[in-house]
């Protein structure tokens, strides 16, 4: 910590706010899937509403849902860093 990452700016050129929002999905089985408090940059600007989410979560995303889908965690878990 300590160095304060630059803002990054939606396409629209407005700095992006940073939001924490839950991912939910359910699989072919009518499984449902939830990961809470997902960071997640979001432009405010009306008539945009870009959303970002970054690379670095989305790979933890997608190493939480593998597990999920393995039953190493439960079904609804906090976001967490695994990358
Ligand atoms: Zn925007």
Redesign the pocket.
Known sequence: MGIVAEKIR?????P?QEIVKDISWSDSNGNKYTIRNVPTLC?N?IG???EYTSSGVQINVSILADEMRKGTLPRTVEYEERF
């Open positions: 939606c396409r629209c050129g407005t992006m432009c600007k945009c509403y870009e």
